[in-house]
Every structure is written in C-alpha cells, then in structure tokens.
C-alpha cells in the first residue's frame, strides 16, 4: 500500500513536523526496549486477539476499542490493535489514548512519521478500515480525515476556495491496485505535462501547469550509501563518511537532517541525524574529498543502544540507506542577522556546525557569533580544538564551555542550563540587533531552554529549536 498523506497539494514537504518543544519520552519498565518489543513480535504470541483472522472494521466497532486494555487505532487506512505496544512505546501510554479508537493518521504523522510502522506493529493488524456508502444528498455530517484523506466533495470545496490553479487529488484502492486522481480544473493538459516515478514504497507525481509545478511525493525516498571511513573524535563518538551513489546528487541545507537506516533483526530501524562537515575549519581550507559525493555525520555510540551500535559495528565498504533532507529551518532567519547565539548540549551540537561555517562566510551584517557548549566532562566536547582555533580564525567568534560534572581542575563554566548563565551570555551587540538563538541537545535541555529564553523576554521569532 503507498502511504498517502492527509489531503494538501502539492504534498507537505517535511516527513516530521519541527515542534518547538520536541516530543516528550518517558522511561520505560524493565524489558520494555525496543528489542525487547522485537522478541516479543517474533515470539508468535497473538498480539491482535483474533487468533490470525483479518477483518474490515467499520467505524462504529472502531471507536468500542478505546481503552488502554483494547485500544484500537488506524493509520491509513489499516486497524492495529496497539494494546500491547502500550508499554514499549517511548512516547507514553497517554499518547498512545489520543488516537484509541479512532483515525490517528494525522496524529501519527505530527508526531513521526518517520517511523516504519507496517514493520514495527505488522503483528498487531487487525484488518483494514470498511469503505463507507455514499451518504443521501440532503445527509450532512462533521467533515474531517478518514484514512489519511479528505473526502472529493472537502477537496472540492477546497479547490473552489483556492482558486482554479490549485490542483487536489484524490485516491482509491483495491487489494491490488492504488489509483490516484489529480483535479487539475484545466482543458489544457497533455501527457508531457505530467511526470510519473514510482520506486519501490515510493511514488512521485508532478504536473505542470502553465508557470507552476505540483508534486505530490509519496513515501520517504532512501539511497544507499557506502561507508568510506569511520575516526573517533571523543571516546564515544565517531565521524563517518558515506559515499553517495554515483548517480545522486546531495547537498543538504543548512539546519536540516536526514534518516539513516538499518535492519536489525529482520526490522527496518529509523533515526533521524544531522550532517556535518567533513571539519568545523571545512569552509576555511580545501576539503579533502568533494562535499557533493560524500556525506559526514558525528555520531555518539550508546553501547547498550539498538541503532549506533549497528552502525558502529558496519565496515568499512558496508551500506546504509539515507533518506532526503527535511526541517523547517530557513537560512532568511540570517538576513541583516546582526548577533548569532547558539547553544547546544552533546551532539545537539552537530547542526550547528553548518549554521556556524555558513554565517561566518556569507553574513555580511553579523557582529558576533558565540556557541555555549554543554557536555558532562571535558572528554565529552566535540571538536574542541577546532573551536578554540576557530575563535583566533575568526574574532566575531567565541565559545564558552559549561561541564556538569568537571574535575576539580576545571576552571570554565558549570552546571546545567538556567536563566543565570543564560542572561549573561546573551548579550546583544546593540540594544536594537537583529538576533537569532538555535538550541539543540535532549529534549529536557531544549525544552528548558526555551522556557528560560521566553522568561528573559526573547521573542518566538528569535529562536529556533531543532528536533527530530
């Protein structure tokens, strides 16, 4: 089945929606892991209730499945029964019972939809979602997402509201077959205005009409990529090289991140990473391989993980799949940009490594840039050196680093992330400077950060988070 997205034309263009607080996790029990839910769906235990049975539920019988006991939900178009999922999910039961006995697409799809959950809940499908009869002319109902799609008559009325240039589109589907109709509202189109790809779980369809291009791009599209060479850079990260295949041509934007995936243990896993340069000093010197065959990523191994101790494990010549980039991060926030704050915990600092070599070469107007950098000792600072060589490189440039947990040595900064450190680091050039703060590290950092910036009176528009 293609995964086709709630009804908007041309397709949203971001897999995951950037939220300025980022999603919450909450601890999980004792053998709740991901690879403890792995074993138990490989353990042939009857994880729907149904004894292997598929069934077509209607809407009615969906909505009697909305307790913790026997919750279930659909995601485009297919019902899971997701009670047993309830304690692995990273997210929390809570947010679990926001979609119980409902269409959670929309849901699913703001929080991550990145995820590949055909793999991941396979043995909990209960069945697919029964078609609806057309309703009496004279019915009115609430009209909302069914299937993770409008109906005609909402496109329609959409389409009316947008004016004639705007086309919809709309789907059906078979057990055999997917049919997608585009609305262009023109008389005019012919076979070369339309161009078709489909690619494995990917479809592309774009239509060109008069000065305009729609896309509708269905499904996350991964390349594979070969592994070029893996260094440490602290005792527990790597900086790993990959080579795009000959054919592809990649340079992902300044603030945005990919998907890396792997299968592990017959299960397709998903991580969301930010690129890097190949060194922080990159834009200052010739790089060593060319920037468009090659992709860099710093990567913190987490020995009792599931996903970087598979990648730390792929040799030299191994695979792995990268999707296309995504974010809603616009370098426009840098225009008459005057001060550059950043403040970043762990490897929440890898986004900043582009931010800091593109607004140090092409900003014109910026005054001063300074990063404050929190890690627990000073082992755990990435690309130490290159810092405090790039502040003799470039005098607008300064770093100060904040340890949690120093040796006794320590002379800087220490502590956690608060309003006293932070009050006295943001200091604008000018009264009236044009400012931006990026902050990224784990969710907590980030989400506390922003509490402590809107306290100290920094607008919404003056900070950008990054999460994923």
Known sequence: MLNVPSQSF????????????????????????????????KSGKDLTGLKGRLIEVTEEELKKHDKKDDCWICIRGFVYNVSPYMEYHPGGEDELMRAAGSDGTDLFDQVHRWVNYESM??????????????????????????????????????????????????WFQTDSLVTIVVY????????????VDHQDDSFRAETIIKDYSYLINIGLFYRQCQLISKED???DTRLFCFMLPPSTHLQVPIGQHVYLKLTITD?????????????????????ALPNNKYIYFLIKIYPAGLFTPELDHLQIGDFVFVSNPEGNF??????????????????GFTPMVKLLNYALTNIPSLRKVKLMFFNKTEDDIIWRSHLEELTFKDKRFDVEFVLSAPISEWNGKQGHVSPALLSEFLKRSSDKSKVLICI???????EQGIKFLHELNFSKDEIHSFTA
């Open 121 to 170: 809940l396979k043995e909990c499908l209960v069945g697919r979602m029964a078609v609806k009869p057309a309703a009496p002319k004279d019915y009115h109902e609430e009209k909302k997402v069914l299937n993770g799609m409008l109906p005609k008559s909402q496109a329609t009325d959409t389409l009316a509201r947008e004016g004639p240039s705007s086309p919809s589109y709309d």
């Open 184 to 195: 262009t509202k023109q008389k005019d189109i012919t076979l070369d205005s339309v161009i």
């Open 440 to 446: 990224c590290g784990p969710t907590p950092f980030t």
């Open 330 to 347: 616009k370098t426009s926030q840098f225009q008459e940009l005057e001060d550059l704050f950043l403040l970043a915990a762990g490897t």
């Open 233 to 235: 850079v602290t005792h």
């Open 10 to 41: 041309p397709a949203p263009s971001s897999q995951q929606r950037v939220v300025a607080g980022g999603r919450s996790k909450v601890p999980l029990k004792q053998g709740r892991s991901l690879m403890d839910w792995i074993r138990l769906t």
């Open 267 to 287: 299960t397709e896993i998903v991580k969301p990473y930010t690129p890097v340069s190949d060194s922080l000093l990159s834009e200052f010197k010739e790089p």
